[in-house]
């Protein structure tokens, strides 16, 4: 009859009822989906957030195989394959910087701020110090220089945090040290050609001017490293 629902057939009813299912346990899905992907994004920003400590990491041993040991008036250590002048080269492309330092009992651990602060200053003074000689290629009379951070002590921490049984010092102002290692290889053959290290400490208390900034002593340090690198490379000073 006019105004009456028709029954609805079995069939329907089961087809109605599956729909809805289907759609909750979509919903479920998507749901569960989602928290998933934010846990994910919390758990990946955990890992390493900007106070976070590097690993204690013991420095390679320098592989110094078939190369030559050269006086440097600044430098550690400088080794060259024999017959190679690197300033025939001329050219470098830098391969992503990596750590390895260590440290001991109650040593503060570099936080990963700290890292990312002495990968980018290196970076930026290589870039300076090179000028159009740093390329992002691999090609013919074409580096690749690799390094590697093996200390790195800032004159101010923050939120330091110790290498052993936990817990963290607010505020720690220090003599800053940096050392680092440095391969350079020849970028078409995977040939190792030089391989270059070196250590630098401030002066101590209270000559030290640096003292009390962040990476005073540290920042110093590298600025050198860089010109010096890019002299053994391209034959001066500086690039233009």
Do not use: C
């Not at 069939?11 to 289907?22: L, P, Q, S």
């Not at 290290?197 to 009390?212: E, Q, R």
Request: no cysteine; net charge negative.
């Amino acid at each position: 009859m006019f105004g009456q629902e028709k029954p609805l057939a079995a069939a329907d009813a089961a087809v109605i009822r599956d729909d809805r299912a289907g759609f909750r346990a979509g919903l479920m899905a998507g749901v569960l989906g989602l928290s998933l992907m934010i846990l994910a994004v919390g758990t990946a920003g955990a890992a390493e957030s900007a106070w976070d400590g590097i690993p204690s990491k013991k420095a390679p041993k320098l592989v110094t195989e078939g190369l030559s040991e050269q006086d440097h008036a600044t430098l550690d250590k400088v080794f060259v394959k024999p017959g190679v002048n690197l300033a025939s080269y001329g050219k470098v492309m830098l391969a992503p910087m990596d750590t390895a330092i260590e440290r001991r009992f109650d040593e503060v651990l570099l936080s990963v701020r700290e890292r990312d602060h002495a990968f980018e200053y290196m970076t930026k003074q290589l870039e300076e110090a090179f000028g159009p000689a740093m390329v992002k290629q691999a090609g013919p009379g074409v580096l690749t220089l690799a390094i590697t951070f093996t200390d790195y002590v800032p004159n101010r921490s923050f939120h330091a945090e110790k290498a052993r049984g936990g817990g963290t010092v607010d505020r720690v102002y220090s003599v800053g040290r940096a050392a680092f290692q440095a391969t350079l290889t020849d970028s078409q053959t995977g040939q190792v050609v030089a391989v270059i290290a070196d250590a630098d400490m401030g002066l101590p208390f209270p000559d030290n001017i640096n003292s009390y900034t962040i990476y005073g002593d540290a920042d110093r340090f590298t600025r050198r490293w860089a010109r010096q690198i890019a002299k053994l490379v391209t034959g001066s000073e500086a690039a233009s």
